[in-house]
C-alpha cells in the first residue's frame, strides 16, 4: 500500500486537481451541462499537459486514473439502473432502441473499411454513438485495449454531435409535428449522452409547457438503451480474446481462447449493481426506501464525478495537437451515424405509430 501511494499519489491529485472544477463549474452553470463537466476534463488535462516538463512523477497516478478509476465509475453507474422501471415503461422504445444501435455499429464497420481508420475510435465512436454517449465509451475501452489518445478523440466526436442534437432537435420534433411521447423516445434514443439528452428534452418540456414529462420519459428511454452495454461489451470481450489466442497459439481458428480472461468484470459488477438497486427499491418501502434511494442516488454522483477524474486523467495522457491533426475521419464517421441514428429513430418511430 505504501509503495503505491509513493508511485501513485502526485498524478491522482493533479487529476482530482482538475476534476473538481470541472465538476463543480457545470453545478454552478448549468447551461454547460449541454457540454458535459467529463469534456471540460478532457479539454482541461490536454491543456495543462502542455505545461508539464517532467510527466515521470505523475505517470503512475495518471494510468491508474484513467483505467481502474474508470471501470469502478462504470459499476458505479449501475446503481442508478432500476431494471424494474426500464422493463415497465421502456418496453415500448426496444424497436427504435434495436435499429438505432444495430444502424450505428453498421455504419461504423463500413467506414472503419472505408476511410481505413484506425479499429479501436470507429468501435468506441460506432458504440458511443448507439449506446450512450461517454459512458459506453468508458465501458468499452477496457475492454478493447484503447489507448487515451484514442478514448479522447471518441469522447470529442460524440461530445460535438451530442451538442448540435441538443441544440436542433427540439425545434426540429416541432417542425416534423411530434408528440411529447415521440420525441421523448426520439431525444432518448437519437442523442447519443445522458446530459445532452436531458437538454434536449428539457428544452422541449420548456417549449411546450409539458410540466418534466418529456424528460423523465427521455431519461427512462436513454436508461433502457444503456443496457446495451452488457452484451456489447461482452462480445467484444470474446472477440479480442480469441484474437489474443490466436496471436499467441499462431492458430488462425482461435485456440487459446479463455472465458475468464475474456470476461470483462467490471461489466458483471455493473450489473449486479443494477440487480441490487432493482431489488431494493422494489421491496423496501417508507423510511428504508428513502434511505436506499439516497444512497443509490449518492453513489451514482460518485460514479459521474470518477468519470470526470478518469477523463482528466485521459486528458493528461492525450497529445492536442496529434488529436487534431487526425481528427477527420473520426469526426466524418461521427457525423454519419448520428445523422444516420436520427434518421431510422424517426423512420421507425413513424413506422410503428409513436412519432
Known amino acids: 500500500m505504501k509503495k503505491f501511494i509513493t508511485d501513485n499519489y502526485k498524478g491522482i491529485l493533479l487529476c482530482l486537481a482538475i476534476a473538481v472544477p470541472s465538476y463543480v463549474i457545470v453545478k454552478l452553470a448549468p447551461v454547460l451541462a449541454v457540454i458535459g463537466a467529463p469534456v471540460i476534463a478532457i479539454i482541461a488535462g490536454m491543456i495543462v499537459t502542455r505545461f508539464i516538463t517532467n510527466k515521470e512523477p505523475f505517470k503512475g497516478g495518471i494510468g491508474f486514473t484513467s483505467k481502474k478509476i474508470l471501470q469502478t465509475a462504470v459499476v458505479l453507474l449501475g446503481f442508478g439502473l432500476n431494471l424494474a422501471t426500464v422493463a415497465r415503461v421502456g418496453a415500448d422504445s426496444i424497436p427504435v432502441i434495436l435499429s438505432t444501435i444495430a ?24 458504440v458511443g454513438s448507439s449506446i450512450c454517449g461517454g459512458s459506453a465509451i468508458a465501458a468499452t ?42 420525441f421523448g423516445l426520439f431525444a432518448g434514443t437519437a442523442v447519443n449522452d445522458t446530459s445532452s439528452v436531458t437538454a434536449a428534452a428539457a428544452t422541449w418540456d420548456v417549449m411546450h409547457n409539458t410540466g418534466g414529462a418529456v424528460l423523465e420519459y427521455a431519461t427512462i428511454v436513454k436508461l433502457t438503451r444503456t443496457l446495451a452495454i452488457i452484451p456489447i461489451t461482452l462480445v467484444l470481450a470474446v472477440y479480442q480474446a480469441k484474437r489474443r489466442g490466436a496471436a499467441e497459439t499462431g492458430a488462425a481458428s482461435g485456440d487459446g481462447f479463455s472465458f475468464k480472461r475474456a470476461f470483462p468484470m467490471f461489466i458483471l459488477y455493473f450489473l449486479l449493481a443494477s440487480v441490487v438497486t432493482t431489488i431494493l427499491t422494489g421491496v423496501l418501502t417508507g423510511g428504508a426506501l428513502a434511505f436506499a434511494e439516497g444512497a443509490f442516488a ?14 482528466s486523467a485521459i486528458g493528461l495522457n492525450t497529445d492536442v495537437v496529434k488529436l487534431i491533426r487526425t481528427g477527420a475521419k473520426p469526426i466524418l464517421l461521427g457525423f454519419t451515424c448520428w445523422v444516420c441514428i436520427s434518421v431510422v429513430s424517426i423512420l421507425v418511430q413513424g413506422a410503428i405509430g409513436m412519432l
Open 103 to 126: 444502424t450505428s455499429l453498421i455504419v461504423a464497420f463500413a467506414l472503419w473499411k472505408i476511410l481505413s481508420l484506425e479499429k479501436n475510435p470507429a468501435i468506441l465512436i460506432g
Open 141 to 182: 475501452a477496457p475492454v478493447i485495449g484503447a489507448g487515451d489518445e484514442e478514448i479522447a478523440q471518441s469522447i470529442s466526436v460524440v461530445f460535438l454531435f451530442n451538442v448540435l442534437a441538443a441544440l436542433i432537435f427540439p425545434s426540429l420534433g416541432g417542425m416534423l409535428g411530434m408528440s411529447d411521447a415521440g
Open 298 to 311: 449518492f453513489l451514482k454522483e460518485v460514479s459521474k464525478f470518477m468519470i470526470v477524474m478518469a477523463m
